[in-house]
């Protein structure tokens, strides 16, 4: 069975905090993805990974790094934490390929807030 | 304005209804489109991917005109457990996803 597994489900940190995010898939996925998702904003994508070592800025990574590795692994890092970084961080991974079987498996999710 | 563009709804439907959402999309140069569920407090699952001459799942329609940039995905006789948020998704050039805000559906008894 397809898995992605995010290291917290939820995380309380202090502002000023480095905040890492952890990521792992087993299904031998090429890309890897980091989104937040707001009430009326949506999924917005933060990083994106095609291979390791290799990332590409999303729609909003002000704010956030990340981190490839392995190949199995997406970490995820908020240098300095702030209260406008309060959200729902979700992680998916998919395969490389022609159009039709790019999707992407997401974990549960990280309930992360920042006081 | 947003690369893809949706009615966040919520559209409140008996069972048995018929319903539509509709997505649109801004990047003519977008490869392919999915719909995805998310259920409340769940992570997104694909639903359906949305194939250039239609295509149909059981209950599910979705269409794709490239020439107005829109994406639609029809739900037929609706269960009270189709109650969800519908994502409509679309691909960028190299695998990159990005996702509407939403279509949220309650369907009532």
């Known amino acids: 069975d397809v898995k992605v597994t995010q290291s917290s489900r939820y995380l309380v940190k202090r502002t000023g905090e480095k905040v890492f995010l952890e990521c792992v898939q087993d299904m031998d996925h090429e890309n890897m993805f980091w989104y937040r998702q707001d009430p009326g904003l949506g999924l917005r994508l933060i990083y994106f990974?095609?291979?390791?070592?290799?990332?590409e800025k999303g729609d909003i990574p002000e704010g956030y790094s990340v981190s490839r590795e392995k190949k199995e692994r997406f970490s995820l890092i908020l240098e300095s934490a702030s209260t406008n970084q309060t959200s729902m961080y979700l992680c998916?991974?998919?395969?490389?390929?022609?159009?039709?079987?790019?999707?992407?498996?997401f974990g549960q999710g990280t309930r992360l807030t920042v006081v | 304005r947003k690369e893809v563009e949706q009615d966040p709804g919520p559209f409140n439907v008996p069972e048995g209804a018929t319903v539509a959402f509709n997505c649109t999309y801004s990047?003519?140069?977008?490869?392919?489109f999915f719909w995805y569920r998310q259920d409340c407090r769940k992570e997104p699952k694909l639903l359906m991917s949305v194939y250039s001459s239609g295509n149909e799942d059981g209950r599910f329609t979705a269409q794709l005109n490239r020439a107005s940039q829109y994406i639609s995905l029809l739900i037929r006789d609706s269960k009270l457990s189709d109650s969800a948020t519908y994502l409509c998704v679309v691909n960028r050039a190299g695998n990159m996803l990005t996702f509407g805000g939403g279509t949220r559906l309650m369907v009532k008894p």
């Open positions: 990047n003519s140069a977008s490869q392919s």
């Open positions: 998916a991974s998919s395969l490389t390929g022609t159009s039709m079987n790019t999707e992407a498996f």
């Open positions: 990974s095609y291979d390791v070592k290799m990332k």
